[in-house]
């Protein structure tokens, strides 16, 4: 894994505070980079600065995964450690977009499969935090097939109380386990 030495000049807080949008997002991972000390500072934003920062931050963490993967890989539990700590959906959303995009390490993945569950059974949260914990559990059953039964029974306890976003996922990883077989 290769970074590059060039220190950004830019101020995260600073650029954070002037706007949120996708613009401004990806011109803060442009500065980024693949970077990982500049990275680091967005992960220090999102858990030690006050709203709105912390949720403009995290909005950040796909955008920079989507480009540089390996830039969040070392962040990976902190963020199943953490995630459900996080009272803003925003935050919350990032991370488990993140979780969806890689491959967990075995010794974490009983903690995410019980925190993506309770995701999905919940009244409270947000489609797209039941769309990433969805992606979640589907790719650790890719690998452990014995969750599916109780992934399927998830899905259909959730399909009468949800809308057509998450059933649209729903068929999808279904759809994506059945090819495992």
Known sequence: ??????????NYQSQLSKEHSRSNT???????????????????IIYNEKAPLPQRAAWLLAVVNNKHPELLKPYLKLFIDTVQSFKIAGIKRGMLNVLASH???EKLQGKLINL?????????ETLAI???????????????PELIPELK???????PKTTIGFHAR????????????
């Open 26 to 44: 990806d011109k803060i991972a442009k500065a980024i980079g693949n970077n990982a000390v500049e990275f680091k500072k967005i992960i220090e």
């Open 170 to 181: 729903a068929r999808l990883v279904m759809k994506e386990l059945g090819r495992q077989k």
């Open 103 to 105: 491959k967990i390490p």
């Open 130 to 144: 039941k769309v990433f914990s969805l992606q979640c559990i589907g790719n650790i059953a890719k690998v452990h």
């Open 116 to 124: 993506c569950f309770d995701n999905i059974l919940s009244s409270d």
């Open 153 to 159: 029974a998830a899905i259909e306890d959730q399909l």
């Open 1 to 10: 894994m290769t970074f590059t030495n060039v220190r950004s000049t830019m």
